[in-house]
């Protein structure tokens, strides 16, 4: 396999004009000669959208920046989005791969390595959401007091989008993917999307970006390890299962790994000031930067693990179904999370049924959550388990947690009923302020607690445990929670 220089092929490396005409020249070249490693040596590279090819490699050297190009500045376009018909159960990013910076469809053995660095800044965040009919459950319940205007700044019409580019990396259908070394500063809607991709490396990879970091949709096979996501608007790094491809796909057998993500300010992990002025992401609760399953789930999602995984700054790990998939088989062990802006834990089952007619509500089963260690944890949210009437979350266990709040609870907070808003968006406040400070349990079956360690800072007038519709529990060695081993048999 040989190695073709993007220079030799036209692409100027002094950031004044377009190059991405040159690399795009040089993956062609590669990819006619059957395979090779497009280099992009020191320079900065101004560009529109980049085409990988298969059994092609694209390297950026030390030093090597391709930046995104700006339509208003820079006279040209990205690629325009696919037209896939009306898609009516994801938004917009979800459901276009072309209009990126760098994009492959149905590729194999594609790779795109470090150690040089993509600049997305003059990428946007913004795109419609779904046209999804029944629109409960569409947005969080923290934004339900926005304005039309509020939410049209946030979700631009799909007629504003033509030309320009909402991702810094997508990838639909690809095989054997190998993505690493590289920084993304600036990634827009999602600085990685992988959608239906199958045998991916993720690894070593820094982002700092305005939206998602690493968004899994239908992957199988896949290892992430190594990363660094800062993304203080939206999820860090996140598995989903959405109806992209216009049919039920699982995401499965997927490993996340020494990995750290946060909520810092945008830019400020990449610069090292760790900036801590943003206070709220953009549904008006505070800011995001975790890992999480979900939220679309309209596939299955199974074998799962999460490993020596840090949180700073960020809502804790949420495992989520309400798009009628399966979630299950899942193990999150040894993680460590500081200031938790949200609950550190959160599991729900919901009913948002985002999908065709006849959408069913799904599963959630077979959960470990072993190891767990966080600190600072915003007082309004305890752990928290929330299954549906009908339809409880089955089998969890949690072991060896030790979590650390804010505290401050009132006897109103104790006093409280939170609602079952079985359609609505799953984020911990859609509950609101939840009646216990420690652990809040509902509509549960089948949960093993061993060794629950948790403190409050500030008086909590709330207890540390409330439950409800709760069968087949066994808790042991608990005494945040007012039972010590030998009080708390397993109740049936």
Not at 202 to 230: A, F, M, P
Not at 322 to 332: H, K, P, R
Not at 372 to 392: F, M, Q, S, W
Request: proline share 5%; with cysteine.
């Amino acid at each position: 396999m040989g190695r073709f220089l993007v220079t030799d092929h036209g692409a100027l490396g002094h950031g004044r004009m377009l190059a991405h005409q040159g690399i795009n020249a040089a993956i062609a070249a590669a990819h006619a000669a059957g395979g090779g490693t497009v280099v992009v040596p020191a320079g900065r590279y101004l560009c529109f959208s980049l085409r990988l090819a298969s059994h092609v490699t694209l390297h950026l050297d030390a030093g090597a920046v391709i930046e995104a190009a700006d339509p208003a500045l820079h006279g040209g376009a990205y690629n325009l989005p696919e037209d896939n018909g009306e898609q009516l159960y994801q938004d917009f990013g979800h459901s276009h791969w072309r209009n990126s910076l760098i994009w492959g469809d149905n590729l194999n053995h594609v790779a795109i390595t470090g150690p040089g660095r993509i600049e997305g800044r003059a990428l946007t965040r913004d795109g419609p959401g779904s046209r999804w009919r029944a629109q409960a459950g569409e947005r969080p319940l923290s934004m339900q007091d926005m304005t039309p205007a509020q939410v049209a700044a946030l979700e631009r019409d799909h007629s504003a989008m033509a030309g320009l580019a909402n991702k810094a990396i997508a990838l639909r259908e690809c095989r054997h993917v190998t993505l690493s070394g590289l920084t993304i500063d600036g990634g827009g809607h999602f600085a990685i999307l992988a959608t239906g991709c199958q045998d991916m490396v993720l690894r070593d990879l820094t982002i700092d970006t305005q939206r998602d970091g690493i968004d899994l949709d239908c992957v199988e096979r896949c290892v992430v390890e190594n990363c660094r996501v800062n993304s203080p608007n939206d999820d860090a790094i996140v598995i989903k299962s959405s109806l992209a491809l216009g049919s039920l796909r699982p995401s499965q057998d997927i490993t996340i790994r020494h990995c750290r993500v946060s909520g810092f300010d945008p830019g400020t992990m990449l610069d090292g000031t760790c900036g801590t002025t943003q206070t709220h992401a953009p549904d008006r609760d505070r800011v995001t930067g975790r890992i999480k399953i979900g939220t679309e789930t309209n596939g299955d999602i199974r074998r799962i693990l999460i490993e020596d995984c840090h949180f700073q700054r960020s809502r804790g790990l949420a495992i989520e179904s309400v798009d009628g998939g399966v979630v299950e088989d899942i193990t999150a062990r040894r993680l460590t999370m500081d200031e938790v802006t949200s609950a550190p834990i959160f599991l729900r089952l919901g009913a948002r049924l985002r999908g065709p007619a006849g959408t069913r509500v799904g599963a959630m089963r077979r959960i470990t959550i072993e190891a767990v260690t966080a600190t600072g944890i915003d007082a309004h949210y305890p752990a928290a388990i929330a299954g549906l009437p009908e339809h409880r979350i089955e089998q969890v266990t949690l072991r060896a947690i030790d979590l650390t709040y804010q505290g401050g609870g009132t006897l109103e907070d104790a006093r409280r009923a939170p609602p079952e808003v079985p359609d609505a968006y799953p984020e911990p406040s859609m509950f609101g302020t939840l009646p216990a400070w420690a652990l809040w349990l509902r509509h549960v079956r089948g949960l093993t607690i061993s060794g629950f360690h948790a403190r409050h800072l500030a008086p909590e007038a709330r207890p540390a445990l409330v439950m409800s519709d709760a069968a087949d529990l066994c808790i042991t060695e608990a005494p945040a929670l007012g039972l010590t081993e030998g009080s708390a048999p397993c109740l049936p």
